[in-house]
């Protein structure tokens, strides 16, 4: 189950790298901050499970900043005019 969390939360993580350096994603775009938080989420619960409190501290601030990000990009399009 850890290796499956871990597998998944890498895979959401570098695809949204990947697509960035390729151009296809902006950092600041939904899918990308998406992919961020929900791929460092599995990636923190992952090294939870394994008392990994490097990689759980690394993940978390991850985490934070994606969900910082996400949030920002949240509130902005609420104060828009319509």
Do not use: C, H, T
């Amino acid at each position: 189950m850890e290796q499956a969390l871990q597998l998944a939360g890498a895979v959401m993580i570098l695809a949204a790298f990947g697509l960035a350096q390729l151009k296809r994603l902006a950092v600041d775009s939904y899918p990308y901050l998406i992919l961020n938080v929900f791929g460092a989420g599995l990636l923190g619960w992952a090294a939870w499970i394994g008392s990994d409190w490097g990689f759980l501290l690394l993940e978390v601030v991850w985490f934070a900043f994606s969900g910082i990000g996400l949030g920002a990009r949240l509130i902005k399009r609420s104060q828009s005019p319509v």
